[in-house]
């Protein structure tokens, strides 16, 4: 099994920026890949971003230019740096975590964008 724990979450103000990080642990496999979901209210969960533990980046196309996605193998972690956070952006954010064999998902965190 593989764990997910997930920070970062938060209120922002339209325009500004929040840093999501996404740990894993447990039974890593060394070919994995690891994003970022986002679900919002009365909406089907979408794909934010995704990166392979290679380094091959993919994302939705109403995020790209503005978020980041990054990974840092040693610790297992993914990180989302969300810049120019817009109204449509609010959402319950999921840390996704998939191999061969598995997929695993974290909690959840809440992206409010409010002034």
């Known amino acids: 099994q593989v764990q997910l724990v997930e920070s970062g979450g938060g209120l922002v103000q339209p325009g500004g920026s929040l840093r999501l990080s996404c740990a894993a642990s447990?039974?890593?496999?060394?070919?994995?890949?690891m994003g970022w979901y986002r679900q919002a209210p009365g909406k089907q969960r979408e794909l934010v971003a995704g990166?392979?533990?290679?380094?091959?980046?993919n994302y939705a196309d109403s995020v790209k230019g503005r978020f980041t996605i990054s990974r840092d193998n040693a610790k297992n972690t993914v990180y989302l740096q969300m810049s120019s956070l817009k109204s449509e952006d609010p959402a319950v954010y999921y840390c996704?975590?998939?191999?061969?064999?598995?997929?695993?998902w974290g909690q959840g965190t809440q992206v409010t964008v409010s002034s």
């Open positions: 990166i392979s533990r290679g380094g091959s980046i």
């Open positions: 447990g039974s890593i496999f060394s070919f994995n890949v």
């Open positions: 996704n975590y998939r191999d061969r064999s598995l997929s695993a």
